[in-house]
């Protein structure tokens, strides 16, 4: 069996015959899978009839006609031998008998066993039958009866199939009926039958076993409601009533009201769920098998990477799905809920063969169900099998059919099914996953439908990767454009085709799926954790690379837990490259070739280690060079050009591999095309129109790959040989002619190819004034020498492009940018080719400004007035003068100016862009963008050159231009004779900013990329997530913009600023702040220049101008004396950088390097066992520069890094409890370390606090209109960063300006707090909606949400904050504000219950503050009544322990907390279903009162206790006397409780007349004092109109304050 266990050399199949022993290496515990029950798991592939054993018996006969129009189709499991069933009476028993005999599947056949049941169940029979329609079911069952009989006995079949899934026999109610519905009534039995069929369509065929358990039981409690609910509809209104009246006479009090109180609670739920149904839409109740689905009430917890479906089993449950569900606190919110519903909604959408939704006609398939769709087809409509539509998991069946026809036809159902969800998502808005403001199609919910495909419920992978296998081509090239969908090859090759003309980026990403890590206590719990692989690439690849057929590791359900998780990296690891390879090696179509290479491109963009695993596979990689590239290589196809592109993906992933491929000597063959020389642009064209577009698509991406190499430092030597055939591209062409010809977006698409690579090889050049012109350093793996470029080479290249400069006159380019202005009225088919024009201005640009770059000298800038250049090259000036000459800008001149600008009649070109950026499509938009900033960069770069120049050479040479106008604008600067065209563009892309940044904040839902496990954008986030177009051209604005604000100071340099100075200063520095929202993984350098910019120090002085300016006009925040001077500003911006820096921009780098060879390095003993896989952990933390990065990968990967960077960023320097927790470190803990530690941490927190409180006051000078990153933050962030600061220590509380900023924050974010609790209260004032119907109180909305939005664990924080406030803090007032918010009522309860337990615990509940200095108003912590029972019980513990004894004394916050809502709610809560607390809680308080006579005045303030108002304001006698009634009804004839009682009034009724004797003697002395004070007034007037001195000593009666 050894020998058979491998077929084909490395060719991996899924079938039974495979002896191999199983081992698990993904999940534990999980069901083990041998060689017997193999089958039954995959679907038992007996590939049409033919079995490894020699057939002894006689061949079998030819299925017998039918009356059906072709044989019944099934599972391929089945085997060909497979006739209809028929009984015994009607059949011929010799026909049995052969069919029987003949049959060789039949011997693995076993005697299904009845199960013996103890008894029977009928518990539901009212839920499963109506009256109503008894008569009309029992017809349609004697009608109907022959055959169902058929349909119960094929599926026994099928469920027989599947040995290990128990399905439905457990001893739930629908199990127990099954077994005994032959003695039933007929009824009955059709509703049982009926239910079972509903059930275990929901259940997957192969993997959810253990659910369907769950799934047929029903619980005890349903069963009672169903039938209370039945005996209710037949009672009328008075009998309901009468039954009522004698229930509540039987039952106590007490057990009355908890029933109540459950009811309540009930209702909540189901309000809840209704709401969350309500919002997912019609989708979510299209079928039936939902709602039994839902009833199974899985926790998100046990849901995998695919959003709301059930793994197979709780054990196979591994760390990174624990990381998943407790990643994001929305991931147990309502948003992880709504979006569980949509995904599980799908299960029952139907599809037709185009990929519309059709109607679920569910009640014509009379027991049919996902095992046996094909024989359902053709009992259901012999006409149109498919007329009612399949299920998802019926076509991934249906994929399986023995019948070739059947399987094309489910196969190409999906790929229509996934290209029509991919097609409407991408027409959805970016950031509209969870609103209601989309385009397409809104009764359809795409984004779900696309998340269940790929989910791990359809098990999608395993059946394609099966298909693959299949004999028939017509089968196998459906399977791969399924493929292809399922993996968005071709919008993903759409977005990389785009992504490569921005040349703003040399690096591209991989697009393998990602999750963030879940938030830890030592960072403060900030989201934005680092992004890992939904696959673990150690799980991707089975044994070494290169061998692919290693079948000791793992099993196939291994492969489909993988598959769920990363659908890309499951089909990887089920060997699908080998099969890919089989293919190719034979004789495929074109189609199947083009296609099988595109799933090779999507392969290597996926991630690195599948694309290693390509470059390791030589056989592969030698036959896409040898079949598509070297043979034939006159006549060009497409999957020679997707050959080509593969090997520049490959290249691009790794410098290993692009070197690699180098050393094989596949750079000659790639780039042979490059060498063939055209000798004019005519004999191009007659070429013809497609050959010309054949050839351009393959120069295109023979370039791209030269160019790889050129970054890398590889191949550089071969320009010399290359650039001849080049020129042809260089210079512009005829325009009119190429586009009658049609040929006109072909050239310019390869012109701007060559500019790109040309510009790569300007990197390459060494500095023009360098001492040392050697190229980069030798690469420490590779062991080739990187190349550097020559500088002979430069000037006739740059000539070349200056051509294109004067190309914009041209008269078909000023019809073009007429057109696209909207001016023109020209067919849209004229110019669809043409935009291709303003990406070749772009990268031409793009290469002048390489070059220019690189004559500046490192060591110089415009600073450095002291330096000078020994001289100047003759192109620097003539760039200059051509950019003048063609109106690319807008200059001052004499005479030819209106209102200060140039007038001629036409835009500059400047003016063209910004209105291409405003009117333009996303790829036009995208285009202007980057021209604008290669021009930005090219004009700075030569008034750097120029005026570095003039301190050396006074006259510098402009050749044909003397001292004309365009000279002397030259000499002035062309930055400087254009300031005001280029403030007017500033100011456009800072309000493009201020509404693009929150559109990266929307997309990232429950800490992943998307809400669907996938690849590229198959993350299936709404409109494409961050793999859309709209993105990538707002990472290009911010790009622009960082580069304007380089050009333009943030703040002006005069010391008094103006108030318009001031408003453009804070719009340009909230524009920085929507920059660090917007930049993506590949601008780490971009967002390094913004903070460098953000944290300049005049800048952090023009935040502390902002703060004071801020305290004089406001008298929220009382005036501080802060008094930062210049070396503090300096001190705050070095060590904010760092922070950042190491913070957040930061990429985990792996200790230890793995084998290539190896991935998975594994151990082997002496007895050839193979031991567990060393997993390198990546925990090594290194600032990598981003020439460091392209030294290794031109493929940037969105994991083990931060970007995105989340929405409350700056909060980091006030939430790190560990430096080293912050960059992913764990160190060993030592007393100095820790000391050092904390007093880092401590200078950190200082600088971050300034940094606060400046940007909470400059956002408030903004206008209304301007959406501020700052205000976005949610105010609850705000309050745990001040808490966060305090774990550490009272380091910054210690600092007098740090404590000053502390509490002038804790004043404001009270202030924002008493605003919002009003605008909450409010809001539900004017809410018709009373969830307590006997008092008719609203709702109060707890949005302080730090358990459910921050963490789960937060009860943790709160005692470790609660342990330092009671060993450190000694009642410091700041400390107490800050505890104390907790207590606040717009808290949640249990954050609120954690508070007070951990306060009472460590006994420092007098440490709190009075309440009037609290963190905002009183009445928010007084207000409204608590009404929690746990709380209120805690409340009264602390009160009868005595906890509250010494906060009385010192007139804490929680003594009057307490005072306030245990009277409130004793003698003012009236609703019915508390009475029974109200009667415990008054009990317990009257009986501490009886043991402890010192808390009598405690009882006395209770009783007495007026809402918070001043003691002065008596309660009247009535209120007084109705407050002891209530005491008195709560004793519940207790007698000693009954004396307390009495004891307290009496003891009320003194402390009521000795206030009353001391407000009358009171009264009578404030009189004398009045009279006498007047004495004294009279005294003193009449002492100065007489001059006389009456010696009186009435000094201290003057001031009246006394009174």
Request: hydrophobic share 40%; proline share 4%.
């Amino acid at each position: 069996m050894e020998g058979k266990s491998k077929k084909h050399g490395s060719i991996r199949t899924y079938d039974s015959s495979s002896a191999a022993p199983v081992e698990r290496i993904l999940g534990q515990n999980k069901l083990q899978v041998g060689e017997v029950n193999a089958s039954s798991l995959v679907g038992s592939v007996v590939e049409k009839g033919v079995s490894l054993n020699p057939q002894t018996k006689p061949t079998p006969p030819p299925p017998q006609l039918t009356v059906l129009p072709f044989p019944v189709a099934r599972h391929r499991s089945h085997g060909p031998h497979f006739g209809p069933i028929k009984s015994g009476k009607d059949g011929d028993g010799d026909s049995e008998d052969d069919e029987e005999d003949n049959d060789p599947v039949s011997s693995f056949a076993k005697p299904v066993e009845r199960k013996q049941k103890k008894g029977l169940n009928l518990s539901r029979w009212r839920e499963l039958m109506q009256a109503d329609e008894v008569k009309e079911n029992q017809s349609h069952v004697k009608k109907s009866r022959k055959p169902r009989a058929v349909a119960s006995k094929n599926d026994m079949e099928i469920d027989n199939s599947h040995k290990d899934d128990e399905g439905m026999s457990n001893n739930g109610s629908l199990g127990a009926l099954s077994e005994n519905v032959d003695g039933m009534d007929p009824v009955l039995r059709e509703r049982i039958k009926r239910q079972e069929q509903a059930t275990s369509s929901v259940v997957s065929s192969s993997s959810v076993s253990n659910y369907g358990n769950e799934q047929g039981s029903t619980s005890l409690e349903s069963d009672i409601d169903a039938e209370n609910r039945s005996r209710l509809q037949s009672m009328s209104a008075e009998e309901i009533a009468e039954a009522q009246a004698e229930i509540m006479q039987k039952m106590k009090p007490g057990l009355l009201d908890l029933l109540k109180k459950r009811g309540r609670e009930k209702l909540k739920m189901q309000k809840r769920s209704t709401l969350g149904e309500s919002i997912d839409g019609p989708s979510a109740n299209n079928s039936g098998q939902d709602q039994s689905y839902k009833g199974a009430n899985v926790p998100p917890a046990e849901t995998d990477s695919s959003y709301g479906t059930t793994k197979t089993s709780q054990d196979t449950r591994n760390g990174m799905d624990i990381d998943v569900a407790h990643n994001s606190g929305l991931a147990s919110g309502s948003l992880w809920d709504i979006w569980r519903k949509r995904v599980e909604a799908v299960r029952g959408l139907r599809f037709s063969l185009q990929g519309d939704i059709v109607a679920d006609e569910s009640g014509t398939d009379n027991g049919y169900n996902v095992g046996n769709v094909a024989q359902r087809d053709i009992l259901r409509t012999e006409g149109d099998p498919d007329a009612a539509g399949y299920t998802i998991k019926e076509a991934v069946q249906l994929s399986r059919s023995v019948i070739p026809l059947q399987r094309v036809f489910a196969l190409q159902l999906l790929s229509s099914v996934l290209e029509k969800a991919l097609y409407n998502i991408q027409q959805n808005l970016v950031g509209s996953t969870f609103s209601r403001n989309i385009k397409a199609d809104m009764s359809i919910d795409w984004e779900a439908i696309w998340a269940f495909a790929l989910g791990p419920e359809p098990e999608l992978a395993l059946a394609l990767r099966m298909c693959l296998d299949d004999n028939h081509v017509n089968v196998v090239v459906p399977c791969v454009k399924v493929i292809q969908s399922a993996l968005s090859c071709d919008l993903n090759e759409i977005f990389f085709e785009i992504s490569e003309k921005i040349a703003t980026s040399e690096e591209n990403m991989f697009t393998a799926p990602v999750f963030r890590s879940k938030p830890e206590i030592d960072v403060g719990f900030l989201r934005g954790g680092f992004w890992k692989y939904n696959a673990k690439p150690s799980n991707i690849l089975r044994g070494a690379v290169g061998t692919m057929d290693d079948e000791t590791e793992g099993t196939i359900q291994d492969d489909i837990f993988l598959a769920g998780q990363d659908f890309a990296a499951g089909l990887v690891r089920m060997g699908i490259l080998p099969r890919i390879l089989f293919i190719l090696e034979g004789d495929p179509t074109e189609v199947l070739r083009e296609g099988a290479i595109s799933i090779l491109i999507a392969m290597a963009r996926h991630s690195p280690t599948c694309a290693n695993a390509i470059v390791k596979y030589e056989r592969l990689v030698h036959l896409l060079v040898d079949r598509f590239i070297n043979k034939d290589y006159l006549n060009i196809y497409p999957s020679h050009i997707k050959a080509a592109r593969l090997l520049k993906v490959l290249a691009q992933s790794d410098k290993k591999s692009c070197a690699e491929l180098i050393k094989n000597g596949l750079f000659e063959a790639v780039t042979l095309h490059l060498y063939r020389y055209t000798s004019s642009l005519d004999q191009w064209v007659k070429s013809g129109k497609e050959k010309c577009k054949l050839s351009s698509a393959l120069m295109i991406e023979q370039l791209r790959f030269w160019k790889v190499c050129i970054c890398y430092g590889f191949s550089i030597s071969y320009f010399s040989d290359i650039f001849p055939a080049l020129c042809l591209w260089l210079s512009p062409p005829t325009f009119r002619k190429l586009q009658e010809n049609s040929v006109l977006g072909e050239f310019v698409c390869i012109s701007n190819e060559v500019y790109l690579v040309l510009g790569a090889l300007a990197r390459k050049l060494p500095n023009l004034y360098s001492q040392n012109t050697q190229g980069n350093k030798i690469s420490d793996f590779t062991g080739h020498e990187t190349e550097t470029w020559s500088w002979n080479y430069v000037t006739p290249v740059v000539d070349l492009a200056l051509k294109w400069i004067p190309s914009r006159t041209d008269p078909y380019v000023s019809e073009f940018i007429q057109w696209q202005k909207g001016s023109t009225n020209d067919s849209p088919s004229k110019y669809s080719a043409d935009v291709s024009l303003w990406w070749v201005y772009s990268s031409a640009l793009h290469m002048l400004s390489a070059v220019l770059e690189k004559i500046i000298p490192v060591s110089m800038s415009l600073q450095d007035s002291g330096m000078h250049l020994p001289w100047l090259p003759e192109f620097v000036p003539k760039i200059g003068l051509e950019i003048i000459k063609n109106r690319f800008l807008s200059f001052p001149c004499d005479g030819g100016i209106k209102g200060g600008i140039d007038v001629a009649g036409e835009n500059t070109f400047i003016e063209e862009l910004c209105l291409l950026r405003q009117q333009g499509k996303y790829e036009t938009s995208l285009a202007s963008v980057c021209c604008l900033k290669w021009l930005l960069q090219v004009i700075t770069s030569v008034d750097k050159l120029i005026h570095l120049a003039k301190s050396e050479v006074n006259t510098i040479p402009f050749q044909g231009y003397g001292f004309s106008r365009e000279a002397k604008i030259l000499e002035e600067g062309l930055v400087k004779g254009s300031l005001v065209e280029l403030r007017c563009v500033l100011n456009l892309f800072m309000r493009l900013m201020q509404s693009e940044w929150h559109v990266m904040q929307s997309i990232e839902m429950f800490g992943r990329g998307g809400p669907s496990p996938g690849v590229g954008l198959g993350w299936g986030a709404s409109g494409g997530g961050f793999w859309s177009l709209a993105v990538l051209l707002y990472q290009t604005d911010a790009q622009l913009l960082i580069h304007l604000l380089e050009i333009f100071p943030i703040v002006p340099s005069s010391e008094a600023i103006l108030d318009e100075e001031m408003a453009f200063a804070i719009e340009r520095i909230n524009s920085v702040l929507g920059v660090f929202l917007t930049a993506g993984p590949r601008d780490r350098f971009l967002l390094e220049k913004a903070l460098d910019i953000f944290l300049q120090v005049p800048v952090l002085k023009y935040l502390d101008f902002c703060t004071q300016r801020f305290l004089q006009l406001n008298k929220i925040v009382k005036q501080l004396g802060l008094g930062y001077k210049t070396e503090d500003h300096f001190r705050f911006s070095a060590m904010l950088k760092s922070h950042f820096k190491s913070r957040w921009f930061s990429v985990k780098r792996k200790l230890k390097a793995i084998d290539d060879s190896n991935p998975v390095s594994c151990r082997t003993s002496k007895k050839g066992n193979v031991s567990l896989a060393t997993i390198y952990e990546d925990v090594d933390m290194s600032n990598v520069s981003t020439q460091d990065r392209h030294n290794i990968s031109l493929t940037a990967e969105w994991a083990y890094q931060k970007l995105p960077l989340p929405v409350h960023w700056f909060l980091s320097p006030i939430t790190t409890i560990s430096s080293a927790k912050e960059v992913g470190l764990d160190t060993a803990s030592n007393t100095s370390h820790d000391m050092q530690e904390s007093r880092y941490l401590t200078e950190i927190a200082k600088g971050g606090l300034f940094l606060l409180l400046g940007m909470e006051a400059m956002s408030t000078f903004l206008p209304t209109n301007a959406p501020s990153p700052v205000y976005n933050v949610p105010l609850m962030w705000k309050i745990h960063s001040l808490s966060s600061i305090l774990i550490n220590g009272m380091g910054v509380l210690e600092d007098d300006k740090s404590r000053t900023i502390y509490e002038g924050l804790q004043d404001l974010y009270g202030h924002l707090l008493d605003e919002a609790r009003s605008k909450e209260t409010a809001s539900h004032t004017l809410e018709d909606v009373s969830l307590l119907p006997e008092v008719g109180k609203k709702p109060f909305v707890e949005f302080l949400k730090f358990q459910s939005e921050i963490h789960q664990s937060y009860s943790t924080f709160l005692e470790t904050l609660v342990e330092q406030f009671a060993a450190i803090s000694y009642g410091d007032l700041a400390f107490g504000r800050q505890v104390a918010v907790y207590l606040h009522r717009c808290n949640e309860a249990p954050v609120r219950l954690a508070a007070w337990n951990t306060l009472v615990d460590a006994r420092v509940l007098e440490l709190l503050p009075p309440s009037e200095k609290c963190f905002g108003a009183v009445d928010g912590y007084l207000e409204p009544v608590e009404d929690k029972e746990d709380i209120l019980e805690a409340y009264a513990k602390s009160w009868t322990s005595g906890a509250l004894d010494r906060a009385v004394t010192r007139g804490s916050m929680a003594y009057t907390l307490v005072l306030c809502h245990l009277s409130s709610f004793i003698f003012h809560f009236h609703a019915n279903d508390k009475s029974s607390l109200l009667n415990k809680l008054a009990k317990s308080l009257l009986r501490d009162y009886s043991a402890k006579l010192s808390h009598e005045g405690m009882m006395l303030a209770l009783v007495g206790y007026n809402n918070n108002k001043l003691p002065a304001a008596d309660l009247p006698s009535s209120e007084i006397q109705r407050r002891f009634e209530v005491l008195v009804e709560a004793c519940e004839r207790d007698s000693s409780l009954l004396t307390a009682v009495e004891k307290l009034r009496s003891a009320f009724a003194k402390k009521q007349l000795v206030i009353q004797l001391n407000g009358e003697v009171v009264e009578v002395v404030y009189e004398l004092l009045l009279l006498l004070s007047s004495l004294v007034t009279a005294l003193s007037v009449y002492e100065l109109m007489s001059g006389a001195s009456m010696q009186v000593p009435y000094g201290f009666l003057s001031d009246h304050s006394f009174l």
